[in-house]
């Protein structure tokens, strides 16, 4: 059996050669000798020869017309079916081809690429002719825009980066329909209208075509040939372990295909080191001939507007030509070019960048640094904007690690299990060119990047943010900042700089932990974090850095309630810094300040209402109108009342209501069972034994806000669950019945739960690490309750299906939990969330 050949599947040419020319003998044998007025052609992957194991058969009938031919093809699809060949076929008359190349880029696609299989001749030699005569220069520049089009938006749906760590085999950026959209397009530019006879994959046969023009250099085709055989065979290798048809290799398919080649252990990262750079080499080339295909269809530009930047190196429109016949350079010269590249934003000329791509795969990283390399490594990181993108140019071709061997063994590397969605140099190189984008934004981040001066340092410190993490994940941060320290000397950096960056490296975690997990009108927490900031230009640049680590985690991360929270640790301690006072101080001026600037002081009700929480967090979390409807629903001795306030993300959901025993854990509960996410919840206390709860949440299934038609079924559950009618653990165990369907959907890891306890001047802080779920904060505070732990405070912070949930908590007497209770609640709060999982 050819899916049991173990040998055969890893040569993926063979086998889908192999598999493909099995399943056209069968298609022999099975048809009539010639079947009348009609053709029958392989399509799709099995035109090409790429049948992977359970790919669609994809054949077309052509036909001169549809009328007398119904039962004929009825008949050979029913007997390809009954002899097992599951085929899937379209049937196209000379009429679609005009039909097609005006509204349907897929369909028409499909005509191009098609091989004869059996049927009339005489059919297929006027089609292929029909299609020459329609396919007009002007009509070929349509399509070539068209497929330019499809492939921005397929990398934006599927994935834009060819390092994704779950990536879509087949549509994700580095993936099988790069290759083949530049196949087509140039199968369209050279008239090539259908597959070849020969027994071999299309993809080697264009290879070919692409060697003998001299598009690529032989040794960038072996490259090339080899990295599509490796893709090919991910593909095959991932139909084989899932006996169906699948292009998302996730983690666990990841590790199954490792240990499947051989791989022992957590060794199968290797093969995915190997695959992320198949896949990179892949977007490489077809990034090159895009650009090559635009220009081809651009007005040429005159010779005349050829621009000498030096004695090596000239620009003519984006491209950057090298002066001299016989290239031989040096790596300063490499890097001379890559600065060039950045300040015009231009590529390379298809000599130039070849002769880059050979001479860095001489250099090992061991040869020793000409002093001229250090200063236009240097430039780079000075460039006035393209700072990201030219670096990230460089990584593609491993200049990056070829000039910082330090960057080496970031490269490819990454963490199954945890949240970030790229290995960890993409991630690196994402943040610098997020943190680009900034410029001009009128945002709160992007006014802030603006003012900031020189840049270097600041880019420097996200390019070694994560350097250590291949070491030691845990620590890397330190590790990280005397790297940044060592490979700064190297380069020339004055003692000043230098600490600027250890500090933001070491320090690059520090602002979004306490920021998104604890309470930011504590004057403790704000004491502590102003005495690790020395002046108001490292918190600035810090600010900068935790944004773009952040924003380049994965799209989802970086939402507008994060901004704010990380925004109000930034202007608070800003403040301190400024009007030189301490977090006790900052936090009365400011509750006395929106006290006398926002309410009337002779209204003794709302005064009374104030006094009686006595929290700064109440006057900022709402606003007046909101503060004076909590005291007019008080007065009004309304037994529960539920409010609803859309932000831009999220919804904000107050619950009123007299403190009883379980009530936060009953109020996490309704939510949950409403298929609601939790991002942040804050709970005020009159001394009356009133509470105001306040959630930030969000609908699980899209991640956005929730609908105001579901407001009255939440609205009447909080309002139960607050009086204790509503029967919690029975809705919740209903419930979870259904969730299995959107918890396979989001959450593919399978993570590690840690509970870890800090001290605290009033309470004890417990962080709960846990994998996300659906109800996870109703078992948790559940748990909590039936410890008899007091919950004052619950900050969440998701990452991708991490999360960590932060409690203030006192014991059932009103006082700091005892060390000595540690151990029991660390365990059964694992046990409760171990229960959900």
Request: contains cysteine; proline residues 2%; aromatic residues 10%.
């Amino acid at each position: 059996m050819l899916f049991t050949n173990s040998e055969l599947l890893k040569d993926s040419y063979k086998f889908c050669v192999n598999y493909s020319t099995l399943v056209e003998e069968c298609i022999y044998r099975i048809s009539p000798s010639k079947p009348e007025n009609l053709v029958v052609v392989a399509a799709g992957s099995f035109a090409r020869r790429e049948l992977s194991p359970y790919s669609d058969i994809d054949i077309m009938f052509i036909v001169s017309e549809l009328k007398g031919n119904e039962e004929q093809i009825n008949a050979l699809v029913t007997k390809f079916w009954d002899c097992g060949i599951e085929v899937s076929h379209t049937v196209r008359d000379f009429s679609d081809i005009e039909r097609f190349i005006t509204n349907n880029l897929a369909s028409f696609t499909q005509l191009l690429e098609t091989r004869y299989l059996i049927g009339s001749k005489k059919i297929y030699k006027e089609w292929a002719e029909k299609l020459h005569e329609v396919i007009t220069p002007g009509s070929k520049e349509k399509l070539i825009y068209e497929y330019f089009e499809d492939v921005e938006a397929r990398h934006k749906k599927y994935g834009e980066s060819p390092k994704v760590l779950e990536p879509n085999i087949k549509f994700s950026a580095g993936g099988l329909r790069d290759l083949h959209i530049v196949g087509w397009i140039y199968s369209l530019v050279n008239n090539i209208y259908e597959v070849t006879q020969e027994e071999t994959t299309h993809t080697e046969y264009l290879l070919e075509l692409f060697k003998k023009d001299q598009i690529v250099s032989s040794k960038g085709i072996g490259r090339l040939y080899e990295c599509y055989k490796f893709i090919l065979g991910a593909r095959n290798l991932l139909h084989i372990i899932g006996t169906k048809k699948n292009d998302r290799l996730e983690f666990s398919a990841q590790e199954k295909i490792g240990h499947y080649l051989g791989y022992k252990d957590d060794t199968w990262h290797e093969y995915m080191h190997k695959y992320f750079y198949s896949a990179g080499i892949l977007n490489r080339f077809s990034n090159t001939m895009m650009k090559r295909f635009k220009d081809e269809i651009s007005s040429p530009i005159s010779d005349y507007l050829l621009i000498e930047v030096d004695n090596d190196f000239s620009v003519k429109g984006k491209v950057i030509y090298i002066n001299h016949k016989e290239i031989d350079l040096s790596l300063s010269d490499i890097l001379r070019a890559y600065y060039y590249r950045g300040l015009y934003n231009a590529r390379f000329e298809e000599r130039l960048r070849s002769a880059i791509i050979e001479r860095v795969i001489e250099l090992d990283g061991t040869h020793p640094q000409e002093r001229g390399s250090s200063v236009f490594f240097r430039e780079i990181m000075n460039l006035p904007r393209n700072v990201g993108k030219t670096l990230t140019s460089m990584n593609e071709v491993g200049l990056l690690a070829a000039f910082l061997p330090e960057f080496k063994d970031l490269v490819g590397f990454f963490q199954p299990g945890v949240y970030h969605c790229y290995t960890a140099d993409e991630h690196t190189l994402i943040a610098l060119n997020n943190l680009e984008k900034l410029e001009g934004s009128d945002t709160y981040e992007g006014k802030l990047y603006d003012s900031i001066r020189n840049k270097d340092v600041l880019f420097l410190s996200v390019l070694f943010h994560d350097i250590a993490k291949p070491i030691s994940v845990s620590g890397h941060e330190i590790l990280g900042s005397e790297i940044a320290c060592s490979v700064m000397e190297r380069l020339g950096y004055e003692h000043e700089e230098i600490e600027v960056a250890k500090f933001l490296v070491k320090h690059h975690l520090t602002m979004e932990q306490i920021a998104f997990r604890r309470n930011l009108n504590d004057p403790s927490t704000l004491n502590a974090f102003r005495a690790i900031i020395g002046s108001t230009r490292e918190l600035d640049l810090l600010y900068l850095v935790t944004y773009a680590d952040l924003s380049a985690v994965s799209p989802q991360v970086w939402t507008g309630w994060k901004s704010d929270l990380l925004q109000e640790l930034y202007r608070k301690v800003k403040t301190m810094i400024l009007e030189r006072m301490d977090g006790e101080e900052l936090l009365s001026v400011a509750s006395q300040n929106i006290i006398e600037q926002t309410f009337d002081t002779e209204d003794k009700q709302v005064m009374d209402h104030l006094k009686s929480i006595n929290d700064i967090g109440y006057l900022q979390q709402f606003s007046q109108e909101e503060i004076n409807a909590h005291v007019d629903e008080i007065e009004r001795g309304s037994d529960v009342s539920v409010f609803f306030k859309e932000e831009s993300d999220y919804t904000n959901i107050t619950v009123i209501a007299h403190d009883s025993y379980s009530l936060l854990s009953r109020l996490c509960g309704a939510l949950s069972i409403n298929d609601i996410n939790i991002h942040d919840a804050r709970i005020f206390t009159r001394n009356d034994n009133i509470i105001i709860d306040n959630f930030n949440v969000s609908d699980f299934r899209t991640g956005e806000v929730i609908k105001p038609e579901n407001y009255e079924k939440i609205k009447s559950d909080l309002i139960l669950a607050a009086g204790n009618k509503l029967q919690i653990a029975k809705e919740f165990n209903r419930v979870k019945s259904k969730w299995w369907r959107i918890e396979n959907k989001f959450f593919k890891r399978a993570g590690k739960i840690k509970i870890v306890f800090e001290k605290h001047e009033k309470y004890t802080i417990i962080d709960v690490y846990s994998p996300d779920r659906l109800g996870l904060l109703y078992q948790i505070t559940k748990k909590m309750t039936e410890l008899g732990v007091s919950i004052s405070l619950a900050k969440i912070s998701t990452k991708s299906d991490d999360v960590v949930d932060a409690f203030y908590t006192l014991d059932r007497n009103g006082n700091k939990i005892s060390p000595n209770e540690y151990e029991l609640i660390r365990f059964e709060i694992t046990e409760a969330i171990k229960e959900l999982l």
